[in-house]
């Protein structure tokens, strides 16, 4: 009996894991070490070669957030763009601007979650690329504090999904059905991370190497929804990933309440108004390090 107890006391502080969170834990443990001896030897050297390469991190081709990415970059190493909180919005706006003129690129869709609507993408007008922004144009970038209060300003009237500068875009530049035979969309079935990078894998051979309706057109990247973070899927293997713990986080701008002591009357006859406001409401995207604004 006593041998019995032992050996259920013995089996109870056992801790049942795979070998993927092992794989998993030992990277994050090798990526925490060779950070603390980069930054060690950035100290002892007088902060020579503080900056990392600039070519490790990808090109996005919204204002405000290469900025964003490039000291997130130099503060963690680590490159990708991940997404927390309402990301779809976002991503809709980045793929529409990378596959409508002139950009002209492909983009790869890894949907885990099924919550994709590729629709949404025609729906929606690209971000403006630098050429074809009006002198006087005001930054979407903003601080980490600006960026809090400024969600409770009067909202611009932009139709949902468009950015503020959509009146200046060029018919030319909004996105066709055309540009959405550049957008591969794979739905894969939930499983474990190896699963992901395997669909990853996939996807990447397909777009190298076979003949498909994008073989004239650059392929930016992937984007994964619902992968998990980028210290999961591996490093390199996804280019924007969507998960609780993004360092990016995305919400629709706030619209302020009714007042103090206000009265039924009065409130349904600001029903329409506070309707409209929320119909054009933006949204925001902030990190630690600032944020930008966009509809």
């Not at 801790?15 to 993927?20: A, F, G, H, M, P």
């Not at 957008?183 to 498909?212: K, N, Q």
């Not at 929320?278 to 902030?286: H, I, K, L, P």
């Amino acid at each position: 009996m006593a041998e019995a107890a032992i050996g259920r006391r013995m089996l109870g502080e056992i801790e049942e894991t795979s070998l993927d969170e092992i794989l998993t834990s030992l990277r994050a443990d090798l990526n925490s070490a060779s950070l603390h001896h980069g930054s060690s030897s950035i100290a002892a050297t007088g902060g020579s070669n503080a900056a990392p390469s600039a070519s490790k991190v990808k090109s996005y081709p919204i204002r405000g957030l290469d900025t964003l990415v490039t000291q997130h970059f130099r503060a963690t190493q680590s490159a990708p763009l991940s997404l927390s909180g309402r990301h779809l919005p976002f991503i809709y706006l980045l793929v529409a601007t990378l596959v409508a003129a002139p950009h002209s690129k492909a983009v790869v869709i890894i949907d885990i979650d099924a919550k994709f609507d590729i629709t949404r993408v025609l729906q929606c007008t690209p971000h403006p690329s630098p050429s074809a922004l009006h002198e006087g144009t005001t930054e979407t970038a903003v601080s980490p504090s600006e960026a809090t209060t400024t969600q409770q300003h009067k909202p611009t009237p932009v139709l949902p999904g468009h950015t503020g500068d959509q009146a200046r875009i060029p018919q030319a530049q909004r996105v066709t059905l055309d540009d959405l035979k550049h957008v591969h969309v794979y739905r894969p079935a939930r499983g474990s991370p190896s699963h992901i990078r395997d669909v990853l894998t996939s996807a990447e051979h397909h777009m190298i190497y076979s003949r498909h309706a994008s073989v004239a057109r650059e392929w930016w990247g992937t984007v994964v929804i619902g992968g998990g973070s980028p210290a999961v899927l591996g490093s390199g293997s996804a280019d924007v990933t969507t998960g609780w713990k993004g360092w990016l986080r995305v919400d629709h701008e706030e619209i302020r309440g009714f007042g103090v002591g206000m009265s039924i009357e009065e409130a349904l006859a600001e029903r329409d108004r506070r309707q409209r406001a929320v119909e054009e409401a933006g949204w925001t995207a902030t990190c630690v390090w600032g944020g930008l604004r966009f509809r």
